[in-house]
């Protein structure tokens, strides 16, 4: 374990000290990125304002002609816990606002791989849908944009996720992090990007006459989803993240939330009258990540979607018993994994020096190993770190890449037998 000192600007710690805080809590506000005191407010009032994030306006506008042309919206979402509560909030939002038809897909991790690929544009279309709207992915998606929009789909692309070189073709892109985009919360989730997008829609919606300030969809409904998939996500809790947090955990514990969180609370033996950002990283979001890396990510999805309490209370019993799998699986992986890891610090085993093995042919394909990358020029260990074993499922590599990496402090990869790529984690700074 490394224990790194974060650093407390003085200047933020005596700001806040003035402002009445504790001297004790403003070095830790301080060391946490907070410059002042105003920004420990969570109140809705205070979140950065729609139109600030590129392609918010473009994207009403789009969705509102949509809606009122009566098209058919298909949301493509990631398999991960962001990318499932980002779709959640999109269907929900999207049906309070007027959609009639709102339907969903999200690729199978090991069959379709990442993203919005040329075969899932495909199977949008095949499906008939009018418009594609992506939460959670698409902004490396050239090709998959390409495809969609040859079979005559619009397409709206919400992320959050940096970009690369090339920008897909989309009608509308919405990402902070998109070229030219001022967008002060740069680690804004998926899901957050996607309630951004409905926050623009319902007021194009009420500038068009649809309804008024009293009238409108609450939409404050879906931050206890938000709060979900911010925490779960590991984004880092800027000011605005944390009012989106704060807010939809005023909810769960207001009893304010959809039946299947409640339902999820229930398996996990966890209290949402007292909710915390822990039940979101350590209870609910396991639950409904383990779907996307051993079963299927509709079902978690289904479970956020779901107002039928039987309903939500089987799937929840579902996703527990598949997060259980896959702690099993885990372990087992972690303590190969480790293993493998740890031969490279050994000391180095001489040969005989012959050049001369036992006689027996060996598959590298077939066997266990880890290699490193080069030497540490601090202490002549590997600078980095990769292992691979056949047994290893594809869906949990990711997050055993993640635990060799804070046991080691190397950058590491894990890799599968499978036609899907490994997973790799590095070390900042």
Request: a negative charge.
């Amino acid at each position: 374990m490394r224990i790194v000192e974060r650093d407390a600007p003085p200047r933020s710690v005596w700001a806040l000290e003035q402002a009445g805080v504790h001297p004790l809590l403003a070095r830790l506000y301080a060391a946490r990125g907070v410059l002042g005191k105003d920004e420990l407010d969570d109140g809705l009032a205070l979140l950065l304002p729609p139109a600030t994030l590129r392609g918010t306006g473009a994207a009403a506008v789009l969705l509102a002609d949509a809606i009122a042309a009566d098209r058919r919206l298909c949301v493509v979402a990631d398999y991960d816990c962001d990318g499932a509560t980002a779709c959640a909030v999109a269907v929900r939002g999207l049906r309070l606002l007027g959609a009639k038809h709102v339907t969903y897909l999200v690729p199978d991790r090991v069959v379709d791989g990442y993203g919005l690929t040329p075969p899932i544009s495909e199977r949008v279309a095949d499906g008939g849908a009018d418009m594609l709207v992506t939460v959670d992915n698409g902004i490396a998606s050239v090709e998959g944009v390409a495809t969609a929009r040859a079979r005559g789909l619009q397409v709206l692309v919400t992320d959050h996720h940096l970009p690369g070189p090339v920008l897909p073709e989309a009608d509308v892109l919405v990402n902070p992090n998109q070229p030219d985009c001022d967008f002060p919360s740069k680690s804004i989730a998926g899901v957050g990007v996607m309630f951004y997008v409905l926050l623009a829609l319902r007021s194009e919606l009420r500038a068009r006459g649809v309804f008024d300030t009293a009238s409108q969809p609450r939409l404050d409904a879906l931050l206890p989803l938000v709060a979900l998939g911010t925490v779960a996500d590991v984004v880092k809790l800027d000011a605005n993240n944390r009012r989106l947090v704060a807010q939809g955990l005023r909810r769960i514990r207001a009893g304010a939330l959809p039946v299947g969180l409640s339902a999820l609370f229930r398996v996990a033996g966890r209290q949402a009258a007292s909710a915390t950002t822990f039940d979101f990283g350590f209870a609910l979001g396991p639950r409904i990540n383990a779907a996307g890396r051993l079963a299927d990510m509709t079902l978690g999805i289904e479970c956020l979607l779901t107002d039928d309490p039987a309903r939500a209370d089987e799937l929840a019993r579902l996703l527990d018993g598949i997060n259980r799998e896959r702690r099993s699986i885990e372990g087992g992986m972690r303590e190969q994994a480790l293993l493998l890891a740890e031969s490279l610090f050994a000391p180095a085993v001489a040969g005989d020096g012959d050049g001369d093995g036992d006689g027996a042919a060996t598959d590298p394909v077939a066997e266990p190993r880890a290699s490193g990358a080069g030497p540490d020029p601090h202490g002549g260990t590997p600078a980095a770190i990769s292992v691979f074993d056949p047994a290893f499922h594809e869906g949990v590599v990711g997050i055993v890449a993640s635990r060799i990496k804070e046991r080691f402090h190397r950058p590491t990869f894990v890799f599968a037998a499978s036609a899907a790529p490994g997973k790799s984690h590095e070390i900042k700074g």
